[in-house]
């Protein structure tokens, strides 16, 4: 089993910045595709980016392309989000997933960490 836990969520004005830590632990930590997903109220989860095992490849949704960045330090099984010229429709509850690389689905998620965006 591994366990997921965000931190370093916040509130931040539009235009700011804000770095997203994913700490990985449990069993096996090795060999884990790190991603973010987000939640807005009343909306459905919708996924952030991803980053590759080990840190070669990452992948972005159009709304944060050029503005989020994900990275990782596999000597800490600790993946970031770092989140640059916010907006107030990036306000959500934002999740880190793991799962292995090479699955399609993504098998443990944390609890999740709120990011609020003020205009």
């Known amino acids: 089993q591994v366990q997921v836990v965000e931190s370093g969520g916040g509130l931040v004005q539009s235009g700011g910045s804000l770095r997203l830590s994913c700490a990985a632990s449990?069993?096996?930590?090795?060999?884990?595709?790190m991603g973010w997903f987000r939640q807005a109220p009343g909306k459905e989860r919708d996924f952030v980016g991803s980053?590759?095992?080990?840190?070669?490849?990452?992948y972005y949704s159009n709304s944060v392309k050029g503005r989020f960045t994900i990275s990782r330090d596999n000597a800490k099984n600790t993946a970031y989000l770092q989140m640059n010229s916010l907006l107030p429709e990036d306000t959500a509850v934002y999740y880190c997933?793991?799962?292995?690389?090479?699955?399609?689905?993504?098998?443990?998620w944390g609890q999740g960490t709120q990011v609020t965006v003020s205009s």
């Open positions: 997933a793991a799962t292995p690389q090479g699955l399609g689905n993504w098998l443990y």
């Open positions: 449990g069993r096996t930590t090795s060999s884990l595709r």
């Open positions: 980053i590759s095992w080990p840190g070669g490849s990452t």
